[in-house]
């Protein structure tokens, strides 16, 4: 059975870090684009950032271009996201997903991920 399970979530000032985990288990993801998506109470899932299998190229949406620094280990069948200077409007339920498709380029697109986890929730104070 593929699961891909997120922790690292939590509450946290502003200015604050956390960094998410996705662990990936039934089978390897080393070949899969890896991706996050976040989803606020109210508003759609939206694109965060994504991985080349190979690591070689990440996508982030605007919102956390410098501040989210998305990395994978394929031996630990693992991806992270490094979250630092947390704001408010990042508080959401963030969930991990593998890109249909064997060698397939990252997607900010939701449809193009088959496998999601469960998602860990993520709260910035102000």
């Known amino acids: 059975q593929v699961q891909l399970v997120e922790s690292g979530g939590g509450l946290m000032q502003t200015g604050g870090s956390l960094r998410l985990s996705c662990a990936a288990s039934?089978?390897?993801?080393?070949?899969?684009?890896m991706g996050w998506f976040r989803q606020a109470p109210g508003k759609e899932r939206e694109f965060v950032a994504a991985?080349?299998?190979?690591?070689?190229?990440?996508q982030y949406a605007d919102s956390v271009k410098g501040r989210f620094t998305l990395s994978r280990d394929n031996a630990k069948n693992t991806v992270y996201l490094q979250m630092n200077s947390l704001k408010p409007e990042d508080t959401a339920g963030y969930f991990c997903?593998?890109?249909?498709?064997?060698?397939?380029?990252?997607?900010?697109?939701?449809?193009?991920?088959?496998?999601w986890g469960q998602g860990t929730q993520v709260t910035v104070s102000s």
């Open positions: 991985i080349m299998w190979s690591g070689s190229v990440i």
């Open positions: 039934g089978r390897t993801f080393s070949n899969s684009a």
């Open positions: 997903a593998a890109r249909r498709g064997i060698f397939a380029p990252p997607s900010t697109r939701k449809y193009d991920y088959e496998y």
